[in-house]
């Protein structure tokens, strides 16, 4: 699996970069804020976007502004033409960025056509559904960025859990004790209570899955099911990852690339026992040992 590092902090991009780890980089407008706003406001972005490009060995993810189709195909040329002679650059659109009741809902899709059709590779991003994906992947989508997390706190939050009493940011959602918790066994000779059973079981799953799904890690495996399938060459970038968990699950689902958060990075480093083991092997040293390396 690819791993793309999910910040616009150049430090943070160099530092992990060093790491040997880094296969590409994706930005947003919130990750372009942070940065901005941690070095006081005082960033020219075209002086510092060629930074990033150059430190990293593939492609950057850049995101347009606009949410309609023209703007987003001009935004999207713009920045790809600016940027690309510094190295691999892709482009983010978002899926739907319709946000009115009866608005044009196919703006994004139509510009992840068109872009495409150009040949620059579009990452086609805030999908929070197979069906979506599988349109992204119709229309040419270079990658399609499932935002894992944010699913995770939507479910939770659709099953009545609250934000920040009963899950924080960054708690890894098991979907799969939810879905147990939801399929309670059944006694076959009681019809009524079967029945009962069901409906409120549909009504709980109903609260529990968003089209089909039950958690973030549940619908990038779904959408690689969906993608073997029929041969799509979209990869499936796993975005809004919280925790070193959903990187194993995501890995383990056969997602293409997942872009992971520095602090989330170091998570994945880390085990108590590597500790204790560092520690005993230090401590067991004895002087010949050392003495070895004095040949050095
Ligand atoms: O990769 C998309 C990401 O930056 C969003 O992450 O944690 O804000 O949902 P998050």
């Not at 150009?118 to 999908?127: D, E, F, R």
């Not at 968003?210 to 969906?226: A, R």
Request: proline share 4%.
């Amino acid at each position: 699996m690819k791993i793309f590092i999910d910040t616009a902090d150049l430090e943070e991009i160099k530092t992990a970069c060093c790491w040997g780890i880094v296969d590409g980089a994706t930005t947003n407008p919130s990750l372009i804020k942070r940065a901005v706003d941690k070095r006081g406001g005082k960033i020219t972005l075209e002086d510092y976007i060629p930074e990033i490009i150059k430190v990293v060995p593939g492609p950057v993810s850049l995101e347009v502004i606009g949410v309609k189709e023209k703007e987003m195909v001009k935004q999207a040329e713009f920045l790809y033409n600016k940027f690309s002679s510094y190295g691999k650059v892709a482009i983010k659109i978002p899926i739907n960025t319709c946000i009115e009741k009866g608005g044009d809902e196919y703006e994004g899709l139509r510009t992840v056509k068109q872009l495409a059709d150009a040949g620059i590779p579009v990452n086609c991003t805030l999908c929070f559904s197979p069906t979506q994906a599988l349109l992204a992947a119709k229309a040419g989508a270079a990658y399609i960025s499932p935002f894992a997390g944010r699913l995770d706190d939507y479910v939770r939050v659709n099953l009545g859990m609250k934000s920040g009493v009963d899950f924080g940011r960054d708690d890894y959602y098991d979907s799969d004790l939810m879905k147990q918790i939801l399929m309670r066994e059944v006694n076959l000779k009681e019809k009524g209570t079967i029945a009962q059973l069901y409906v409120d079981s549909a009504k709980g799953s109903a609260a529990a899955h968003d089209s089909g799904v039950y958690g973030g890690v549940e619908l990038v495996k779904k959408i690689v099911t969906i993608y073997k399938n029929y041969g799509y060459k979209t990869e499936v970038l796993a975005a809004s990852i919280r925790n070193a968990r959903q990187v194993m699950d995501v890995a383990e689902a056969g997602s293409h690339v997942a872009t992971i958060p520095f602090n989330v990075l170091n998570e994945m480093i880390r085990h108590p026992k590597t500790v204790e083991g560092i520690k005993s092997f230090t401590a067991d040293i004895v002087p010949a040992y050392t003495e070895l390396f004095s040949k050095m």
